[in-house]
């Protein structure tokens, strides 16, 4: 027979199954979508302890996932916008240029930036003419 902690724990990893990652949270949630992800996003922080060892390795590793996804995304745009802008970008102090080509070029440099500061291998073979 389940425990209330069981059932509590099997809801939870109904959810974040149903959701399709795991949940993030949003700062100001602007949809009913986002509202309900963060919802679960804070309860299960607030149960975190409660939970189950396995439930929690699972929660871990979805959690991985989604993050490991979330970045290969992020990674796969950014490269896509560097080939669209053909030459490796100059990170301008954008705060006060008024051209929106130089916004986005510093914009995009300082994207670049963050990624490889952050460790992300970015994997690409560009060939500019400079």
Not at 54 to 81: C, G, N
Not at 104 to 124: F, M, N, P, T, Y
Request: include cysteine.
């Amino acid at each position: 027979m389940f425990k209330v902690q069981d059932k509590f724990d099997v809801q939870i990893l109904k959810e974040v199954h149903q959701l399709g990652h795991y949940p993030r949270r949003f700062m100001q949630p602007a949809t009913d979508k986002e509202k309900e992800e963060n919802c679960l996003a804070q309860q299960i922080t607030k149960r975190w302890s409660q939970l189950d060892d396995k439930t929690q390795e699972e929660l871990d590793r979805l959690q991985k996932d989604s993050r490991d996804k979330r970045t290969e995304t992020h990674v796969a745009d950014i490269l896509d916008r560097l080939r669209a802008f053909g030459k490796w970008p100059q990170e301008h102090d954008y705060a006060q240029a008024s051209n929106p080509e130089i916004i986005s070029e510093a914009k995009l440099a300082h994207e670049l930036r963050k990624c490889c500061s952050a460790g992300v291998s970015l994997e690409c073979e560009f060939k500019f003419n400079v």
